[in-house]
T-cell receptor
Framework: RKEVEQDPGPFNVPEGATVAFNCTYS??????FFWYRQDCRKEPKLLMS???SGNEDGRFTAQLNRASQYISLLIRDSKLSDSATYLC???????????FGAGTRLAVHP | DTGVSQNPRHKITKRGQNVTFRCDPI?????LYWYRQTLGQGPEFLTY????????KSRLLSDRFSAERPKGSFSTLEIQRTEQGDSAMYLC?????????FGPGTRLTVT
């Protein structure tokens, strides 16, 4: 089993839709979690850190469920510009390396 | 631009040649990471520096790979005797605490 697993994509949604991605992690000792956005042939860009209490940034909401060992990302009112691959990442080990999921591709269409 | 920079952005090399990549982190960040990403996968951790000390290396980092950060600022990643399986995007990231910021990557193609 991979340390970090994500919903397989792609997700094809119309503009204005709400879409949610889940990501599960296997190491119950993990402390920090992140969502990154990656456009085609570009580097991952930090979208949000995920806090225990959940956090919101505009149309984006991230939540953490420690009991079930998953994090989620909710995107409301999808825009064409949200089309990208969304990577979840878990901070692992004493030296803070990130363990990434394989990513979930989102395609928002008119 | 005060973000992470990497050079070169693209490198095409023949199998068996040596290549070297450079990463310049965000100036106040003392932590520097190298990752490798292949198509359809997330980045995979290769190695980590805190200042000039290399503190962790992945088992993915074979003997042909070596990384340095001699003065605790920029870092280099060298691959000796490249193989076709080394073709990937090599990403560098830096951080001060938990959040890591990535450079644009070096895309390596081994022919």
């Amino acid at each position: 089993r991979k340390e970090v697993e994500q919903d397989p994509g792609p997700f094809n949604v119309p503009e204005g839709a709400t879409v949610a991605f889940n990501c599960t992690y296997s190491n119950s000792a993990s402390q920090s979690f992140f969502w990154y956005r990656q456009d085609c042939r570009k580097e991952p860009k930090l979208l949000m850190s995920v806090y225990s209490s959940g956090n919101e940034d505009g149309r984006f909401t991230a939540q953490l469920n420690r009991a079930s060992q998953y994090i989620s990302l909710l995107i409301r009112d999808s825009k064409l510009s949200d089309s990208a691959t969304y990577l979840c990442a878990v901070l692992s080990g004493g030296y803070n390396k990130l363990i990434f999921g394989a990513g979930t591709r989102l395609a928002v269409h008119p | 631009d005060t973000g992470v920079s990497q050079n070169p952005r693209h490198k095409i090399t023949k199998r068996g040649q040596n290549v070297t990549f450079r990463c310049d982190p965000i100036s106040e960040h003392n932590r520097l990471y190298w990752y490798r990403q292949t198509l359809g996968q997330g980045p995979e951790f290769l190695t980590y520096f805190q200042n000039e000390a290399q503190l962790e290396k992945s088992r993915l980092l074979s003997d042909r790979f070596s990384a340095e950060r001699p003065k605790g600022s920029f870092s280099t990643l060298e691959i000796q005797r490249t193989e076709q399986g080394d073709s990937a995007m090599y990403l560098c990231a830096s951080s001060a605490l938990g959040e890591q910021y990535f450079g644009p990557g070096t895309r390596l193609t081994v022919t």
